[in-house]
Antibody, heavy 123, light 110 residues
Framework: QVQLQESGPGLVNPSQTLSLTCTVS??????????WAWFRQRPGEGLEWIGS????????YYSPSLKSRVTMSVDRSKNQFSLNLRSVTATDTAFYYC??????????????WGQGAQVTVSS | QSVLTQPPSVSGTPGQRVTISCSGS????????VYWYQQVPGAAPRVLIS???ERPSGVPDRFSGSKSGTSASLAISGLQSDDEADYYC???????????FGGGTKVTVL
């Protein structure tokens, strides 16, 4: 059974980089040839897709609104994938989720999710 | 401002049938499958059903999904108290090249 777990600092200073890691357990991250994704949910708001990355590390696809600040990567040796969001502001305060996508990036059914991680941007 | 438009809330009494609409455009709903997610407070979203009326195992057939043109609908029949949750529609957007979501609809069982 595939399980995902987000980890990273819960508090980030403005203008710094938000870094989160998603650890995949129960299956090798390369199994099945899936895309892996990050989402966020601001307080009281809906879901926002941040980006998706192929199990091999390439290609990556990012939300146009965040593309200039986002980098995603895969560490197959640790069965993890990561999110870096640069130059954060208070508007980046949100609950961040990692999820497993489909075998094509256009698949919008994300069947496996982590429990999420609260990240607050504040000094 | 969400790309897909949903009503903020719908309510119904136990046993009633309620529907949630999701409006988009030709670049998203019009050309791609729509998925509905259920999110209960404090939990991650889960896939409920698609616009092709395909549901993952474990999702009761009280939930049904459909699509017509650039709009999609989720219907919940035989409304139950544990259906209280936020429901989101989602679809791939060919212009933005990414999945887009509705703002969510809160279902309240009166």
């Amino acid at each position: 059974q595939v399980q995902l777990q987000e980890s990273g600092p819960g508090l980030v200073n403005p203008s710094q980089t938000l870094s989160l890691t998603c650890t995949v357990s129960g299956v090798d991250i390369t199994t099945g040839g899936y895309f892996w994704a990050w989402f966020r949910q601001r307080p009281g708001e809906g879901l926002e897709w941040i980006g998706s990355i192929y199990y091999s590390g390439r290609p990556t696809y990012y939300s146009p609104s965040l593309k200039s600040r986002v980098t995603m990567s895969v560490d197959r040796s640790k069965n993890q994938f990561s999110l870096n969001l640069r130059s954060v502001t208070a508007t980046d305060t949100a609950f961040y989720y990692c999820a497993r996508g489909g075998v094509v990036v256009t698949a919008t059914a994300f069947h496996v999710w982590g429990q999420g991680a609260q990240v607050t941007v504040s000094s | 401002q969400s790309v897909l438009t949903q009503p903020p809330s719908v309510s119904g009494t136990p046993g009633q049938r309620v529907t949630i609409s999701c409006s988009g455009s030709s670049s998203n709903i019009g050309g791609n499958t729509v998925y509905w997610y259920q999110q209960v407070p404090g939990a991650a979203p889960r896939v409920l059903i698609s616009s092709k009326d395909e549901r993952p195992s474990g999702v009761p057939d009280r939930f049904s999904g459909s699509k017509s043109g650039t709009s999609a609908s989720l219907a919940i029949s035989g409304l139950q108290s544990d259906d209280e949750a936020d429901y989101y529609c989602a679809a791939w957007d060919d212009s933005l090249f990414g999945p887009v979501f509705g703002g969510g609809t809160k279902v309240t069982v009166l």
